[in-house]
């Protein structure tokens, strides 16, 4: 790969050029595979489209593109835990997802895909307690390929909780099913965390917010282009639509409620990850649309 034809794959914009909202720096790829977009800070990514395919990714006509917030839609890396912390004060989600990263990498791979790695290093502060590092790679072909390597730099053992918190673009969630989690178990976040199980495919009829521990690895999302996930060492899998009565109280979203489904795929609650000083892991999630 040529250091021109890089650049001019892949070029770094601000927010107001892409979305007329001032604020992040933005990596703009464009090739003859596919198109994405995906914001610096959290290594968010905004948008992938496929060459020939639908657009995989929701992204909220609302969004705010604002520093130290994390960008309604896409897929919001959420890390060093999952969820409502049990210190009120913290925010949900961790805190990666609203951290500048660095992109370390940019390649193009010999059969024309895009590979970009991000890092992020974390120095032991008041919202986490431990050193780690994140290294984030993205492979943009004509499918979408994401790794995530996170390692404990700090002097103690840690326990992770993540996700990567998927928004998949949908015509309208009423007629959305999601196969690959039929007969499991799930707690349901909207009912205190009870315990429950998931007759026939999951579908959304209103509030939806499931968390799925030691989930199978691969889903099918059914839509007039069904899009299928394949995670390796992602053991949790969590599903979420806020349905109307929540999302007129998020505003960042509101009517746009319909757009989307959320399944997340990562590692938290029982499947937390607990690593000793200078322990690794990673995990893989692959999209495909038919
Ligand atoms: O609004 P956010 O902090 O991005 O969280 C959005 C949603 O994320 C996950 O799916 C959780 O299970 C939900 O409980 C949460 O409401």
């Not at 991000?118 to 943009?140: E, G, I, P």
């Not at 939806?208 to 989930?215: I, K, L």
């Not at 099918?220 to 349905?243: F, H, K, M, Y």
């Not at 989307?260 to 938290?268: D, I, K, L, S």
Request: hydrophobic letters at 40%; charged letters at 25%.
């Amino acid at each position: 790969m040529t250091e021109a034809a890089s650049r001019e794959a892949i070029q770094r914009v601000d927010s107001g050029e892409q979305y007329g909202k001032p604020g992040l720096p933005l990596y703009v790829v464009e090739t003859p595979l596919c198109r994405a977009v995906i914001a610096e800070q959290g290594a968010q990514l905004l948008e992938f489209q496929g060459k020939g395919k639908e657009p995989l990714l929701w992204l909220s006509p609302r969004a705010g593109f604002e520093r130290g917030k994390a960008v309604r839609g896409g897929i919001p890396l959420c890390l060093p835990w999952f969820g409502i912390h049990p210190d009120k004060d913290k925010p949900k989600h961790g805190l990666v997802r609203s951290r500048p990263w660095s992109l370390d990498s940019a390649e193009i791979l010999a059969d024309g895909e895009v590979q970009l790695v991000f890092t992020y290093r974390h120095d032991a502060d008041a919202l986490f307690d431990s050193d780690f590092l994140c290294r984030y790679t993205m492979t943009l072909g004509e499918t979408l390929g994401l790794e995530l390597e996170l390692q404990n730099t700090g002097a103690d053992s840690a326990k992770f909780s993540w996700a990567w918190h998927t928004y998949f673009a949908v015509e309208d969630v009423a007629s959305v099913h999601v196969l690959g989690l039929e007969g499991q178990g799930y707690l349901d976040n909207t009912r205190g965390l009870t315990r429950a199980r998931l007759e026939g495919a999951l579908a959304f009829p209103g509030e939806v917010d499931r968390v799925f521990e030691s989930a199978p690895d691969r889903q099918r999302i059914q839509l007039p282009s069904p899009i299928t996930t394949a995670s390796e060492g992602c053991d949790t899998v969590i599903t979420w639509n806020p349905g109307a009565e929540l999302a007129a109280t998020l505003p960042d979203v509101g009517d746009h409620y319909r757009g989307f489904v959320c399944v997340e795929h990562g590692n938290a609650f029982a499947d937390s990850w607990n690593l000793a000083p200078g322990e690794s892991r990673s995990a893989k999630l692959a999209f495909s649309q038919e």
